[in-house]
């Protein structure tokens, strides 16, 4: 039978999700954070893991490459794949948040310019919020635009706030929870339901037993 694919995501949160995976009972004997490899099987070929960036996560389960995906729900909401999300592993909790200069204000602001490594999630917020938003997609270092007057605000993962506060910002309102979720291909889900339901059972039961 054709193994069960799972796309991991690589960085920070990959070495949590590996030690639930064994916790459930899951190993992947070869598996090494620093190893150039890609593909691991568990040792009796029932589960492959891939392991990609986080961003090609829900394209890569979207598309059917890999039955589950790993990634944060930042990721996944970026991504606006077409993919079911299925539980909550409360691997890196954060959240995502607008931030912006204790002065600046949304009130009743109809347009508003926003940077931010995440344009469909900031998108989204403010549209539901009736406000349009033009947005400036940055890599990193988010929290300069608008300190210089590239953006109104920013919308960015946050964790502890520290680096806001050191650059003179402050969190002006949270738009969602984020933590690491497990996906699952829609087909997949279907056609292969015993074997990813067990899959999810055994790391549900892992998680418990965490608590």
């Known amino acids: 039978m054709k193994p069960i694919t799972i796309a991991l995501a690589k960085g920070r949160t990959a070495e949590s999700t590996i030690s639930l995976l064994e916790n459930a009972g899951i190993h992947f004997p070869e598996f090494d954070p ?40 930042d990721t ?7 993919v079911y999300e299925l539980l909550d592993l409360k691997i890196g909790a954060c959240r995502f948040a607008v931030a912006g200069k204790p002065e600046t204000s949304l009130g009743d602001a109809h347009q508003i310019t926003v ?17 349009m938003a033009e947005t400036i997609k940055l890599n990193g270092s988010v929290e300069l635009a608008p300190l210089i007057g590239l953006a109104d605000v920013i919308v960015d993962i946050v964790e502890t706030g520290t680096t806001l506060r050191e650059n003179g910002l402050e969190v002006m309102e949270e738009i969602e929870p984020v933590s690491t979720r497990l996906i699952v291909n829609k087909a997949s889900f279907t056609t292969r339901s015993q074997a990813t339901h067990d899959l999810i059972h055994k790391l549900q039961s892992a998680m418990e037993v965490e608590k």
């Open 34 to 73: 620093t190893s150039r490899k890609l593909i691991f099987h568990t040792q009796d070929q029932s589960v492959s893991l891939i392991c990609v960036k986080a961003v090609d996560v829900p394209t890569y389960v979207e598309n059917g490459a890999a039955d589950i995906g790993v990634a944060g729900k």
């Open 76 to 82: 996944i909401l970026e991504s606006q794949a077409d």
């Open 115 to 131: 940077a931010t490594k995440y344009p469909n999630v900031s998108r989204n917020h403010f549209l539901k919020k009736g406000i």
